[in-house]
């Protein structure tokens, strides 16, 4: 019985030292490598980039007429919906036309009277002229049929001119619209009279293509603007603030303002905006873009590859080895598309632009350049910022 536990023992001291042993061979297993972080890189350089300058600007209708009758009347007909777009000329309402109609035939129908006692008074001056010029009638005579065919003569002007007004007031009975633009909602129904005594106003019309968009900016920046512009009516667009659905509009600079807002030390400028699908209307808090100038160089980067922290703005670059290397830079002119970079980069360097939750110095990579598509130019002709040459 005790042979049989010592033999028991040495089994157990034995499995204890093979199995400490084994563990030991695997703390002495060499660590495997990880593999090289696959990265996006740009290659940025120096080059010529359109600069364009962003404010927060308001649009206004480029003209607002209000509809009015002319003439007084019963309002006949209406022949819009509320709040629809008409065109120029387009019809609007119309007032009562018979009065009207019974005036210009009255006008037309003097004015055929005093032509026969024209025709009359031709005849008479035609018929004693040869009379008197041989001596067989008085001189007297001729001379009131003269002045009686110059009387109805101006008559007749009179009565042309009262067709002409009749005409004119037959015509305003059909009220149109007088630019093209959307309608407000009518401001007097069908059966109600109207124009007695003063023109009433029927309706409103906005006219909103083109469409103004005005803006402030300060006296420093318009300056440097004015500076800096490569060409006359800059060109700009606008965006929508908060829109669900992004979309810009294009247009020009055409007014500044002749002085100075004592109060804030802004110009008021204005764009004019094409507006051709009336997306937006009066009174719409927009962002509007002003380009500047596109001939000077610069060396830019996407705002989102630029990191900060206590000692100041960085990105990360691919060496010669394909390894991350940290460069702190100092950042110059930003916007939302493109921040340019002052100091800490030369041009022809890797940076890298994807996994950068990932990245961190020292670290070997293995890169793909995707200069061609999210690079600075692939930026600007993906959000159409390289204006049209003039």
């Known amino acids: 019985m005790l042979d049989t536990f010592k033999v028991f023992n040495l089994l157990l001291i034995s499995s204890f030292l093979f199995l400490v042993s084994c563990s030991n061979e695997k703390q002495t297993l060499p660590k495997k490598a990880l593999p090289p972080l696959q990265v996006n890189t740009i290659t940025v350089h120096k ?152 023109a009433t106003l029927l309706t409103t019309i906005v ?63 204005r764009a004019t905006i094409q507006n051709s699908e009336y997306k937006v209307l009066p009174g719409t808090f927009v962002y509007i873009n002003i380009f500047i100038n596109d001939t000077y160089k610069f060396l830019m980067l996407p705002p989102e590859v630029i990191f900060s922290d206590q000692i100041g703005n960085y990105v990360y670059v691919v060496d010669a080895n394909n390894t991350l290397q940290r460069k702190n830079i100092h950042k110059g002119y930003s916007t939302q598309y493109y921040t340019s970079v002052s100091k800490g980069l030369q041009d022809g360097e890797r940076v890298v632009v994807s996994a950068l939750m990932k990245l961190k110095e020292g670290i070997a990579v293995t890169t793909t350049d995707v200069s061609q598509t999210q690079g600075i130019q692939a930026i600007l002709k993906h959000n159409h910022l390289v204006p049209k040459k003039r």
Do not use: C
Not at 110 to 123: G, N, S, T
Not at 145 to 153: D, P, V
Not at 243 to 265: E, H, I, P, Q
């Open 47 to 198: 080059e010529a980039v359109p600069i364009w300058k962003r404010y927060t600007a308001m649009t206004k209708a480029s003209s607002q007429q209000a509809v009015k009758a002319r003439v007084s009347g019963v309002l006949e007909k209406r022949y819009f919906k509320d709040g629809q777009v008409v065109k120029k000329g387009q019809k609007l309402f119309k007032i009562e036309q018979s009065e009207y109609i019974a005036n210009l035939n009255i006008a037309q129908a003097k004015k055929a009277q005093d032509e026969a006692a024209l025709a009359l008074a031709k005849a008479d001056v035609q018929r004693y002229a040869p009379l008197v010029a041989e001596g067989l009638a008085p001189r007297s005579i001729l001379e009131q049929y003269q002045a009686n065919k110059k009387k109805l003569l101006a008559i007749i002007a009179g009565d042309v001119a009262q067709i002409h007004k009749a005409k004119l007031q037959l015509d305003y009975t059909i009220i149109k619209a007088p630019v093209s633009g959307r309608i407000s909602a009518r401001y007097v129904d069908v059966g109600n009279l109207v124009g007695q005594g003063e």
């Open 207 to 269: 006219q909103i293509n083109p469409l103004y968009t005005y803006f402030s900016p300060s006296q420093k920046d318009v300056r440097l603007f004015q500076k800096y512009k490569s060409k006359g009516n800059a060109s700009v667009f606008i965006e929508v603030a908060d829109s669900v659905d992004k979309f810009r509009l294009n247009g020009s600079l055409d007014f500044a303002n002749n002085s100075v807002d004592a109060l804030t030390s802004t110009i008021t400028m």
